[in-house]
């Protein structure tokens, strides 16, 4: 989570701190949430199976559910079904390219392809 780099348009330095953080069910832990938490940043992540089980055993000491808004989780789908595109493509999918450079390009003409 410390690696989060949200890039500026045009000059400055990336932002540290985005506004929301989407993630899947392997996001899902009290350290994350808490992290998230501290630096107020609103997060939509939903609960694994194991941790809702847990909570309700403990009953009134497990507390209440982490916030979840399924409207706004269903935004990920979207991006979720674009790198599933990308990775039709086999250079993409395996990284046959050396450099970042190389790679970066073949990401952005399949993705310019797959636009048109």
């Known amino acids: 989570m410390e690696a989060i780099r949200v890039p500026r348009i045009g000059p400055g330095r990336p932002r540290v701190r985005p506004a929301h953080v989407l993630g899947d069910k392997g996001y ?3 350290a994350i949430r808490t992290w998230l938490r501290r630096r107020s940043i609103s997060h939509t992540i939903p609960e694994r199976a194991d941790q809702v089980r847990n909570r309700l055993r403990r009953g009134s000491r497990g507390g209440r559910p982490p916030a979840f808004d399924k409207q706004f989780y ?3 789908n979207m991006v979720e079904r674009c790198f599933n595109r990308l990775k ?5 999918a395996t990284r046959y390219d050396k450099t970042a450079e190389s790679y970066q390009a ?3 003409l399949a993705s310019l392809l797959m636009w048109a």
């Open 106 to 108: 073949a990401v952005t």
């Open 28 to 30: 899902s832990s009290r």
């Open 74 to 76: 269903k935004r990920r």
């Open 88 to 92: 039709q493509w086999r250079g993409i």
